[in-house]
């Protein structure tokens, strides 16, 4: 799978920007939110699949190791993976029952997991909608989404958040995919305005991943502060954690958002990208703590709300659960260094 497809083709214009370095106590505990990423669903990218890729045996023994790691939070990419009351026509094979996913909530809670939804509405990662992704911007599609947001909100009890996806939406990330469609200016805004409205009319607070704000300067200012941001960074290019040599503008929107005020919980991965897997690495074993690192020191207290991984592989085999495991084990280490 190849998670971040194209970032060395985009612009690193913005990496002339003065940055100020703002430096913060590292805390003595570790932050209040220890975040998970697994995957329920995975028709998020471009191959399809009619059957739900999840083996429960491999998703049981990732939850376990989650919550005896210490982490507090499960972020579940839900997708395709549970049938939506109202909408069931975006079902597959397998996926999960609402009373299904009911009782597997109240065994994680049971466990002091604290499971969150996520959904991906970006256009680049939409595929679990089903025919709904080529009505992009009309009304039977702000319809089905609406009401899929409805959906989850009920069957996870209402829960504090849920995260809206809305990354890599560019025609670059799109180019291996026979239907391309891509939001660009005032539409781009509408939409995104219309899902923070939309999730917040539904009781949750809304959670994306930042990297829209890498190339359009205009998302600080006009970014609803009640978003919770994930920038993510996962040193995919090898360029490390120091501004002053950083090129593109990846690292440095951590900074930015805090100068702006956001909440923020940063993501990393040991997801590997070619850069490291050409130096002959499986996975990413160095951007985890790296990030840790520079997020504690130029994020204040207040504004970091914790950190989140993922691995970006599906729990349904066991080679992927170790590479599971060994993210939680790195996400660990780090918050405890």
């Known amino acids: 799978m190849t998670r971040k497809m194209f970032l060395g083709s985009l612009s690193a214009d913005a990496a002339s920007v003065a940055i100020p370095d703002i430096s913060f106590a590292k805390p003595t505990k570790l932050e209040d939110i220890r ?61 999960w029952s609402p009373d299904k996913l009911k009782a597997e909530l109240a065994r994680l809670r049971g466990m002091g997991l604290e499971p ?16 709904y992704q080529r009505m992009l911007s009309t009304k039977p599609y702000y319809q089905v989404c609406q009401d899929v947001i409805r959906d989850l909100a009920e069957l996870f009890d209402h829960p504090r958040f849920i995260h809206l ?3 890599e939406e560019t025609a670059g990330h799109q180019w291996a995919q026979q239907y391309v469609a891509i939001r660009k200016g005032e539409l781009w805004w509408h939409d995104f305005l219309w899902f923070v409205s939309t999730t917040e009319k539904a009781g949750m607070r809304p959670w994306i991943w930042s990297d ?17 941001q994930t920038n993510w960074y996962y040193d995919e290019d090898g360029e490390g954690f120091d501004l002053a040599t950083v090129k593109k503008p ?38 985890i703590g790296g ?18 991984l993922g691995s970006w592989v599906q729990c349904d085999n066991e080679k992927n659960l170790g590479i599971i495991q060994e993210g939680v084990d790195l996400l660990a280490a780090a918050l405890n260094s």
């Open 35 to 95: 975040a998970i990423l697994l995957h329920l669903g995975s028709n998020m990218w471009d191959t399809y699949s009619t059957k739900l890729k999840l083996d429960e045996t491999i998703w049981r023994k990732a939850t376990e190791y989650i919550k005896n790691k210490g982490m507090n939070l499960l972020l579940i990419d839900v997708g395709e993976g549970v049938v939506y009351p109202s909408h069931p026509e975006l079902a597959v094979a397998g996926s």
């Open 116 to 131: 969150i939804p996520k959904l991906n509405f970006s256009a680049t990662h939409d595929a679990w909608l089903k025919d």
């Open 165 to 167: 996806g809305y990354d």
């Open 212 to 228: 829209y704000g890498w190339h359009h300067p205009e998302f600080i200012s006009r970014c609803p502060k009640s978003v919770l």
């Open 250 to 287: 990846y690292l440095r929107l951590f900074v930015e958002l805090e100068k702006a005020g956001f909440d923020q919980l940063p993501g990393g991965s040991n997801w590997a990208s070619s850069y490291w897997r050409n130096k002959g690495l499986k996975t990413n074993t160095t951007s």
């Open 291 to 308: 990030l840790v690192k520079f997020c504690r020191e130029h994020i204040s207290p207040e504004l970091r709300k914790g950190f989140l």
